[in-house]
């Protein structure tokens, strides 16, 4: 066990991440899933502690190790992470690193679904609640919104129009149809987008990433 970081940038805050994919089941043994490996998810928890931060880790299924000092909430499917993210509440800061799956199968099946005469089966698939933007237009909003977004095409774009339409503070944008930044990588190339405009950070390892980050947000923040 290591000692709280009591003289870290934040100290004294609350802050809650998600990471990781969301799983929604098909039938009992298939999933509909993103990919993420919930590496840069973990990575900002873990940095959070490290700052002195009091962190609850949503995650969805992930194949890495919990990270140190953290708090960790282990989920399924996006309305499980919703609830789970709802019950950490209140917090100062809120990062949601997950790769929400956008849709889940509208009734998933009790038992496996068998190949057969008919075919293959036909899903039907409705759309999952949105995390972030349920938790930025909520009364227990927290004082600092951060979501991220993986985009193929007019990245900065597409980011400033989810800061808008989630109600977040900070989108963090990565280009995901090139080299750096793609899903399961080690490098991200991220641009910062927030009301005041847009900041391109240099190629950085996801550790690296967290870490300026985690004292950007603190910045941010303020002493508890
Ligand atoms: N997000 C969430 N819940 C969802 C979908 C997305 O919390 N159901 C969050 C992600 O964790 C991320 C941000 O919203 O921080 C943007 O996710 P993204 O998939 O890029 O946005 P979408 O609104 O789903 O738009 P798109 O159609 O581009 O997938
Ligand atoms: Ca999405």
């Known amino acids: 066990l290591r000692p709280a970081n009591t003289a870290g940038p934040l100290a004294g805050r609350r802050v809650l991440v ?13 999933v509909l899933a993103n990919r993420s490996s919930g590496r840069q998810g973990h990575a900002i928890a873990a940095a959070a502690a490290r700052a002195g931060a009091e962190v609850t880790l949503v995650s969805g299924p992930v194949a890495i190790p919990d990270p140190a000092g953290v708090t960790v909430v282990r989920v399924e499917t996006a309305r499980e992470m919703l609830n789970a993210v709802e019950a950490a509440l209140p917090v100062d800061l809120a990062v949601f690193a997950a790769a929400v799956a956008d849709w889940r199968v509208a009734d998933g099946a009790a038992q496996k679904i068998k190949k057969g005469a008919g075919g293959p089966p036909a899903l039907t698939l409705v759309e999952n609640p949105d995390v972030l933007a349920t938790v930025a237009h909520g009364l227990r909003r927290p004082a600092l919104v951060v979501g991220f977004a993986a985009e193929t095409e007019n990245v900065v774009e597409h980011a400033r129009a989810k800061l808008i339409r989630k109600r977040a503070d900070m989108i963090v944008a990565n280009d995901v149809s090139t080299g750096s930044g793609v899903m399961g990588g080690d ?29 950007r947000l603190a910045a941010l923040l303020g002493p508890a």
């Open 187 to 215: 490098d991200n190339r991220v641009h910062i987008v927030t009301a005041d405009g847009v900041e391109d950070w240099p190629a950085l390892s996801k550790a690296a990433v967290a870490e300026r980050l985690v004292d």
């Open 18 to 30: 998600t990471s990781g994919p969301t799983h929604e089941p098909i039938d009992p043994v298939r």
